[in-house]
Nanobody, 124 residues
Framework: QVQVVESGGGLVQTGGSLRLSCAAS????????MGWFRQAQGKERECVAA????????YYVDSVKGRFTISRDNAKNMVFLQMNSLKPEDTAVYYC?????????????????WGQGTQVTVSS
């Protein structure tokens, strides 16, 4: 069974940093694009970052450009999201997802498997 597990969330003050990790099992993710999504309370889920299967292409939502970095370690079957200069508006549950193909996308419909999320809270 394919499983996706996020970790690394927590409480951090404004301007701080967190590194989220995503561990996948039941599928070798080196063949697929990966994405990080977030959903704030009362809001729709949005794609934060996406990365191609080889890591050569990355996409970011405008609000996190220059602050967040998505990366992957295919040898470990893991994906990461380094979050710097965090703001209160970054507060959300963050989800990792495995893409249907090798192409990164901001569209959640292009992802097949999802984790249960990890909470990120940024205090003002």
């Amino acid at each position: 069974q394919v499983q996706v597990v996020e970790s690394g969330g927590g409480l951090v003050q404004t301007g701080g940093s967190l590194r989220l990790s995503c561990a996948a099992s039941g599928r070798t993710v080196s063949s697929y694009a990966m994405g990080w999504f977030r959903q704030a309370q009362g809001k729709e889920r949005e794609c934060v970052a996406a990365i191609s299967r080889g890591g050569s292409l990355t996409y970011y939502v405008d609000s996190v450009k220059g602050r967040f970095t998505i990366s992957r370690d295919n040898a470990k079957n893991m994906v990461f999201l380094q979050m710097n200069s965090l703001k209160p508006e970054d507060t959300a549950v963050y989800y990792c997802a495995i893409g249907r193909t090798n192409a990164p996308s901001l569209d959640p419909r292009e992802y097949d498997y999802w984790g249960q999320g990890t909470q990120v809270t940024v205090s003002s």
